[in-house]
């Protein structure tokens, strides 16, 4: 049966893949490299902030310190932060979804976003309270599509709860194939949702859907029986 649900962050719940992609444009712009859209949703979505910002470098041959790859991640952050102000980010049908779930199992959020983008969202919208656990990029060693973000948070929410949560009885719901790579990795049953790429992209996925709206908590129960 199924014992917990496990949300990715950006592009799932929150539509702000959009607001990172032309903070980081900006950011990068400034030290001389062209981020193209083409680019960061093919070569750079599935990292966090600090794995974008050396992805990049080593694409384009930049030797950036510790401390400048820091001081990158802190303005990009804040040019977020700039473009969310006074707009909702959350996916139409996110905050339903997410209440809903809520009721019947415990939720837990695994991101690359750091924590602070994450709960400054989940604040606006009285949403924080729904979630047992949040892994941001912060809390977890290494970064999708290894499998620490998704094994973090079920280790989180069992210690919340008490109880081990085995994996294969919980689900993450994804927009990404690092995501999903992730998950799988730390035995998850996995749900690709068709915000950010193609059926094709999520094809690995144990379950696609067109959005949260069809996001149906009996058939994750009966993905979970199987």
């Not at 649900?5 to 001389?32: T, Y």
């Not at 690359?112 to 060693?141: K, M, Y």
Request: hydrophobic share 45%; charged share 25%.
């Amino acid at each position: 049966m199924l014992r917990a649900i496990v949300f990715d962050f950006d592009g799932v719940i929150a539509n702000s893949e959009p607001l990172h992609f032309i903070a980081f444009r900006d950011v990068l712009a400034e030290q001389g490299i062209a981020l193209s859209r083409a680019d960061y949703y093919g070569r750079y979505l599935g990292y966090d902030d600090i794995g974008v910002f050396r992805a990049v470098a080593a694409d384009h041959h930049r030797a950036w310190t510790i401390e400048r790859l820091a001081a990158l991640t802190t303005e990009k952050a804040a040019r977020v932060e700039m473009l969310e102000r006074g707009t909702s980010v959350l996916f139409p049908g996110a905050e339903a979804a997410v209440r809903r779930a809520a009721k019947r199992v415990p939720l837990a959020i695994a991101s690359g976003a750091l924590g602070v983008e994450i709960r400054r969202v989940l604040d606006r919208a009285n949403l924080t309270g729904s979630f047992g656990a949040i892994v941001a990029a912060e809390d977890s060693p290494a970064s999708k599509p290894a499998p620490e973000p998704y094994a973090r948070a079920l280790e989180l929410l069992s210690e919340r709860l008490g109880t081990a949560l085995p994996p294969a009885s919980c689900v993450a719901v994804e927009d990404s194939k690092w995501g999903i790579a992730s998950a799988k990795a730390a035995g998850l049953r996995t749900v690709g949702v068709l915000y950010t790429y193609g059926r094709s992209e999520l094809d690995t996925a144990d379950l696609i859907i067109r959005s949260l709206d069809d996001l149906d908590l009996d058939q994750l129960d009966r993905l979970c029986s199987q």
